[in-house]
């Protein structure tokens, strides 16, 4: 089964670009970011091992905190990890808009024609990650694609400067 929350039924987040999105600033610590989510529980933690050549394992590093009932994941940098990017999962997650463009649980294509004419009408400009996924341009947000069973939706990740966009 793959839950597709109704639009009625997100909660809305608003979008400051290169700060945050909804309850969560960038550089916030992980503690910081549960408890900005309402104390949510964390239903997934990702990170690495850093390993130096000669010198062996370094510290475990936190790369992601994937947050279920909010429907979003906290992705970190930085051997103190501080929030850098929020993804805003297609399926779960809170509805975020730009320019008046609903980004999140729509059809990718649908959403990618929009930033196109919006890019014609207010001459902003666009950027493809390394993923092929686009965004306006400086603005450190890109629309995501996740699978819904045989559909494809949307999703977006919202980052800090400087984030290096992995995929």
């Known amino acids: 089964m793959w839950p597709v929350v109704l639009d009625f039924e997100r909660p809305i987040w608003e ?3 290169l700060e945050g999105v909804g309850p ?3 550089g916030m610590g992980p503690e910081q970011v549960s408890a900005a989510l309402g104390g949510e529980v ?3 933690r990702r990170g690495r091992l850093p390993w130096t050549v000669g010198r062996g394992p370094r510290q475990w590093c936190l790369e992601e905190d994937r947050f279920d009932h909010t429907g979003g994941s906290a992705h970190y940098w930085g051997d103190v990890p501080t929030l850098a990017a929020v993804t805003v999962h ?4 809170p509805q ?4 008046g ?3 999140i649980g729509r ?3 649908a959403i990618d024609a929009a930033l196109l004419q919006l890019a014609e009408i207010d001459e902003i400009g666009l950027r493809l990650n390394c993923a092929g996924d686009l965004g306006p341009d400086e603005l450190n947000m890109y629309v995501r694609a ?3 069973g045989d559909a494809v939706i949307s999703e977006a990740r919202f980052c800090t400067a400087g984030w290096e966009e992995h995929g």
Request: glycine share 8%.
């Open 96 to 99: 975020v808009a730009f320019h």
């Open 146 to 148: 996740t699978r819904a």
């Open 15 to 17: 979008w400051t670009p």
């Open 24 to 26: 969560l600033r960038f």
């Open 101 to 103: 463009i609903d980004l």
């Open 42 to 44: 964390l239903a997934a």
């Open 107 to 109: 059809q990718v294509s």
């Open 90 to 93: 297609g399926r779960t997650g």
